[in-house]
């Protein structure tokens, strides 16, 4: 039996795992972006939600303020004009605020 519909990550935001098992996919942003509020171990801050496909999958995209820049620094501003353009992902390992290493999803490419 193969269990690979199963095993596919269903939540709404996209996870490294899905874009180290797929290198060669790409991300293309389908809306605005909205600016949220995000809270993590008590402290507030801001971050980027970009909603689009990767490999014809709905997804959102939480970025950081560096993912947020890279697009910016290649779009403009402006997230209207981020529609349909498309984002090239990699995997990295980070260090979390208690000193774990963790998987983060980075841009390499905007196009």
């Known amino acids: 039996m193969d269990i690979s519909e199963f095993i596919e990550q269903k939540g709404t935001y996209l996870k490294a795992d899905v874009v180290k098992q797929n290198p060669n996919a790409v991300f293309v942003i389908t809306e605005e972006a909205v600016l949220v509020e995000n809270e993590f171990k008590g402290q507030k801050?801001?971050?980027?939600?970009?909603?689009?496909?990767?490999?014809?999958?709905?997804?959102?995209?939480?970025?950081?303020?560096?993912?947020s820049r890279?697009?910016?620094?290649?779009?403009?501003?402006?997230?209207?004009?981020?529609?349909?353009?498309?984002?090239?992902?990699?995997?990295?390992?980070?260090?979390t605020s208690d000193g774990k290493l963790t998987e983060a999803i980075n841009i390499a490419k905007v196009e």
């Open 45 to 67: 801050n801001m971050r980027v939600h970009v909603h689009g496909e990767f490999n014809q999958t709905p997804f959102i995209l939480d970025l950081s303020k560096t993912n």
């Open 70 to 95: 890279t697009i910016a620094k290649a779009l403009g501003t402006d997230t209207k004009k981020w529609i349909s353009h498309k984002l090239y992902l990699e995997v990295y390992k980070t260090k």
